[in-house]
DNA sequence: GCCAACGTTGGC
DNA sequence: GCCAACGTTGGC
């Protein structure tokens, strides 16, 4: 099994939002990166773990257990004008991008971005490096076990 | 709002 | 294929 952080804008769609959602489950719409796109069409199967993070917030961090429900299907969004994803150059028979779907399995406490550069064992972790923009990086199974007992400790410390 | 860093575009 | 210009990301 592989495992993966993925980013979201909590006032787009936030833990929460997906926990409302019928089986807590949300397509992964939106991605307009090439590399980020190609890790949900060629890498991610069913049943990966998902770190969901928010990003572009007041507090920034991880804040959800997911997984990967359903294999990568052309995202929706590119073919509807009305979307601010809409896609000119994407067509029905040659979709550009890509979404697989997501099912949140439970919300944690609140693992801080400054929690994450704080520990030493995640100093190569792909999302910290330098001038990251990914919104989909692969997550090591060491940086995954690490990140697992991070949640299980109280914050601040 | 600022800005560093990175990705994409398009002229050549 | 190069690369300058531009757009976006995302923390601060």
């Not at 550009?96 to 609140?110: A, D, N, Q």
Request: glycine share 8%.
């Amino acid at each position: 099994m592989t495992c993966w952080l993925m980013k979201s804008e909590p006032s787009e769609v936030s833990v929460d939002d997906v926990l409302g959602m019928p089986g807590q489950r949300v397509d992964w719409f939106g991605v307009r990166n090439y590399q980020a796109r190609n890790f949900m069409m060629r890498d991610m199967q069913l049943g990966d773990g998902v770190l969901f993070y928010h990003s572009s917030c007041a507090e920034p961090g991880i804040v959800g257990l997911a997984e990967v429900s359903r294999l990568a299907r052309p995202d929706p969004t590119q073919f509807d004008p009305q979307s601010p994803y809409y896609d000119p150059k994407a067509t029905q028979e040659h979709p550009r991008w890509f979404c697989v779907e997501v099912r949140m399995l439970s919300k944690t406490r609140l693992l801080s971005l400054n929690e994450l550069r704080a520990e030493p064992g995640l100093q190569g972790m792909r999302l910290l490096a330098r001038g990251n923009r990914l919104s989909i990086t692969p997550v090591t199974p060491e940086e995954w076990t690490l990140i697992q007992r991070m949640l299980k400790r109280a914050s601040g410390g």
